[in-house]
T-cell receptor, first 111, second 117 residues
């Protein structure tokens, strides 16, 4: 799986959009971008994934650059409950393989 | 609907004792994973079950660790002769593998916090 790099920490004000960047410059053509998050003392939670096109679901939006070397996870209206560590992963679809999380980005949402 | 459940939520045991951790995956999910996470660390893969295939045990740290999955559903992770370095949160995840090139996601349980004293 391609390596990803993320900022160690970020913060944003409650109600504002949180934009979390991820670089994956060595991504292969058949690798998807996945985002998970882990709230303190809980198991990781799947957020969203994408291949080439931008994706949106009830939790977030995923913007992938045209060259696919980077992406941004957008939480449109961050709440205090969104405070968590966010992990960006790239991996082959349907590989049935284990997940490997890096250090992720610790997002702090301020009241 | 019901998510992945794990029991117990917390387990304190003495060094040298055996422990069993249980995972109930989401109904219909064919793949089941065990991971562990030490304090402030990332996720460490332990073992993976997929349907009736032989499990991928490549992440088990020693022969004191074993896991089984009965009837393609519930899984038990057993740690024999526990050591203090086994203290961690043990996480279970399940996923529904789609055919072909369809992507999938893993759904995690709340974890079992194991403390070996």
């Amino acid at each position: 799986d391609a390596k990803t790099t993320q900022p160690t920490s970020m913060d944003c004000a409650e109600g504002r959009a949180a934009n979390l960047p991820c670089n994956h410059s060595t991504i292969s053509g058949n690798e998807y971008v996945y985002w998970y998050r882990q709230i303190h003392s809980q198991g990781p939670q799947y957020i969203i994934h994408g291949l080439k096109n931008n994706e949106t679901n009830e939790m977030a939006s995923l913007i992938i650059t045209e060259d696919r070397k980077s992406s941004t996870l957008i939480l449109p209206h961050a709440t205090l409950r969104d405070t968590a560590v966010y992990y960006c992963i790239v991996r082959v679809a349907g590989s049935g393989d284990k997940l490997t999380f890096g250090t992720g980005t610790r997002l702090a949402v301020r009241p | 609907g019901a998510g992945v459940s794990q029991s117990p939520s917390n387990k304190v045991t003495e060094k040298g004792k055996d422990v069993e951790l249980r995972c109930d995956p989401i109904s219909g999910h064919t793949a089941l994973y065990w991971y562990r996470q030490s304090l402030g660390q990332g996720l460490e893969f332990l073992i993976y079950f997929q349907g009736n295939s032989a499990p991928d045990k490549s992440g088990l740290p020693s022969d004191r660790f074993s896991a089984e999955r009965t009837g393609g559903s519930v899984s038990t992770l057993t740690i024999q002769r526990t050591q203090q370095e086994d203290s961690a949160v043990y996480l279970c995840a399940s996923s529904l593998l789609a055919g072909g090139l369809s992507p999938y996601e893993q759904y995690f349980g709340p974890g079992t916090r194991l403390t070996v004293t």
